[in-house]
């Protein structure tokens, strides 16, 4: 079975950094593209960005672009995405997703972590 | 990367069919034809429903179909019943980024 854990999130000031990891399992996992998307509380889905699955590929939200980073690590089937400079706006569950259909970033999301929140809070 | 325009609720009673549409551009919903759709439970992760428009994954009951015209793609769920009760959010894929819906609150009554 295809299992997704996310990890990281915690309560983080504003302007601060905080790096966020998705432990993958039960699927190759340098074949798959994936996302980060997330959810504020009470709203909608947004997604947030993708890395291709050799990780020469990412692409960004405007939301987010110039603030998130994401990278892989192939040989520890983990994601991460790197988040600085962070604002009110930021404060949702982060969830990564498979991204399937091939491609740089899937054309949909099969798998799901359960997720992990941020909250940015002075 | 505006967001997709879905309706903010929709309901039915038991048995009916239900559609909610999801608007978008020539530059992501026209432009692709990869649309999917999820369901999400209060507290839970997204459910894929449907992707590529109208293909059903592995599991997803056949009265949940999928269509789209232009601009404009559709989750059709047939024959509704309670435990359909949930969010739906639609997406689509573009060369660069994906578009999420704002999301459709159904209510069975």
């Known amino acids: 079975d295809v299992h997704l854990l996310e990890s990281g999130g915690d309560l983080v000031r504003p302007g601060g950094s905080l790096r966020l990891s998705c432990a993958a399992s039960?699927?190759?996992?340098?074949?798959?593209?994936l996302n980060w998307v997330r959810q504020a509380p009470g709203k909608g889905l947004e997604w947030v960005s993708a890395?291709?699955?050799?990780?020469?590929?990412?692409y960004y939200a405007d939301s987010v672009k110039g603030r998130f980073t994401i990278s892989r690590d192939n040989s520890k089937n983990t994601l991460y995405l790197q988040m600085n400079a962070l604002r009110d706006g930021d404060s949702a569950v982060y969830y990564c997703?498979?991204?399937?259909?091939?491609?740089?970033?899937?054309?949909?999301?099969?798998?799901w972590g359960q997720g992990t929140l941020v909250t940015v809070s002075s | 990367q505006s967001a997709l325009t879905q309706p903010a609720s929709v309901s039915g009673s038991p048995g009916q069919s239900i559609t909610i549409s999801c608007t978008g551009t020539s530059s992501d919903v026209g432009g692709y034809k990869y649309v999917s759709w999820y369901q999400q439970d209060p507290g839970k992760a997204p459910k894929l429903m449907m992707y590529?428009?109208?293909k059903r994954p592995s599991g997803v009951s056949n009265r949940f179909s999928g269509s789209q015209s232009g601009n404009t793609a559709s989750l059709t769920i047939s024959g509704l019943q309670a435990e359909d009760e949930a969010d739906y959010y639609c997406t689509s894929y573009t060369s660069s980024s994906v578009v999420f819906g704002g999301g459709t609150k159904l209510t069975v009554l």
């Open positions: 039960g699927f190759t996992f340098n074949n798959y593209a």
């Open positions: 890395i291709s699955s050799t990780g020469s590929a990412t």
């Open positions: 997703a498979q991204g399937g259909g091939g491609g740089s970033i899937g054309r949909y999301f099969e798998y």
């Open positions: 590529d428009v109208s």
